[in-house]
């Protein structure tokens, strides 16, 4: 009888053992859990000097990207952690009205772009397809919040050269997209500018390769 006893009792011991075991895990395994949705839930500080001078979408997509600490914006210039300095770019200039052109084959593209702020650009697109089709679209595009991480180039197909621009993108929208990518040689003659674009109606998608590069008239 005594040895029954023990039995059960060892059982109940070590039944109740694992129980709490298993409990401990389920507890840390929820502070864990916790602790990386605090984190990811976290926002970065962005100080604002200006908000005319950037869109809100641009803003808030600063506050997501937690990773790199503290952000301030002021004039054309973003600054990280109070020590590494980007300067937004300076061309089109803000309120100018540019337009821009280019034709291969039959077929042409202008591009009328406004600068509002440091981020953001009103633009008219124009395709004609000589005697065939035409395509006409108005929108705004933005520069993305992580635009400081590097650096983008494109190459004059006039001459060659190689040069530094900046890409504005539009909302994606069904599988539509739209960047409009704008710079300048170090001449700074004129402006120039690339368009990724699909859903174009009658006409192609326009891609990097495929045409070339619009120039301010």
């Known amino acids: 009888m005594n040895k029954v006893l023990i039995l059960i009792f060892v059982s109940f011991v070590f039944l109740s053992c694992k129980s709490n075991k298993n409990k401990k895990q389920i507890i840390e395994k929820e502070k864990q859990t916790q602790k990386k949705n605090k984190t990811e839930q976290k926002e970065a500080i962005v100080i604002v000097e200006n908000k005319s001078d950037y869109s809100e979408k641009f803003i808030n997509g600063l506050k997501k990207m937690n990773g790199f600490g503290d952000f301030k914006l002021s004039n054309n210039y973003l600054i990280l952690n109070n020590k590494d300095t980007i300067e937004f770019p300076k061309r089109p200039e803000i309120n100018k009205r540019i337009v821009l052109t280019a034709i291969k084959d039959n077929l042409a593209i202008a591009l ?16 004609t397809k000589f005697g065939k089709a035409s395509y006409k679209i108005n929108g705004i595009a933005e520069i993305n919040p992580s635009f400081f991480l590097g650096s983008e180039s494109d190459t004059f197909s006039a001459t060659g050269t190689s ?5 504005y993108q539009s909302n994606e929208k069904n599988g539509c997209f739209n960047y409009i990518r704008l710079g300048s040689t170090n001449d700074r003659k004129y402006l120039l500018g690339k368009i990724i674009k699909n859903c174009n109606g009658e006409i192609k998608d326009i891609t ?10």
């Open 112 to 127: 009328i772009v406004k600068r509002i702020n440091q981020v953001t650009i009103e633009y008219r697109l124009e395709m």
């Open 163 to 167: 040069y530094f621009s900046t890409t």
């Open 208 to 217: 990097l390769e495929n045409f070339p590069t619009l120039r301010e008239k």
